[in-house]
């Protein structure tokens, strides 16, 4: 499994494919030292007390809670500060074999 760091998106998040409201995210990425920091929307983005990351996007992950969908995003970053979510993506997955639904419903035609 391993460590990732998060961003806690404060702004109401509603899920792409299924339009269910969260009042605050948690995002998790593996890409930026993987040293189990959480910074939150508005804070400097300042990981294990060195790493300031500048100003772009940083790609992030999350799931539904109530649709199960996989979905991806970008944190943005603007001076130094963790502003928000963009570019947000949603992929419907099977729970069971963690395949996408339609591959799944491709394999369960037939039967």
Known sequence: MGLYDS?????????P????AYPKTEF??????ECFETIRQGE????????????????VYTSCKNCR???????????????GINNIVGEKYNPI???K?????ARTKDR
Do not use: H, R, S
């Open 7 to 15: 961003f806690i998106l404060t702004d109401v998040f509603k899920c």
């Open 17 to 20: 494919m299924c339009g269910t």
């Open 28 to 33: 998790q990425t593996k890409d930026l030292g």
């Open 44 to 59: 400097k983005a300042i990981f294990n007390d060195c790493l300031i990351l500048q100003d772009g996007e940083y790609p």
């Open 69 to 83: 969908a996989w979905i991806t995003a970008n944190a943005q970053i603007e001076n130094n500060i963790f502003v």
């Open 97 to 99: 074999t963690n395949a």
């Open 101 to 105: 639904e339609e591959a799944w419903d």
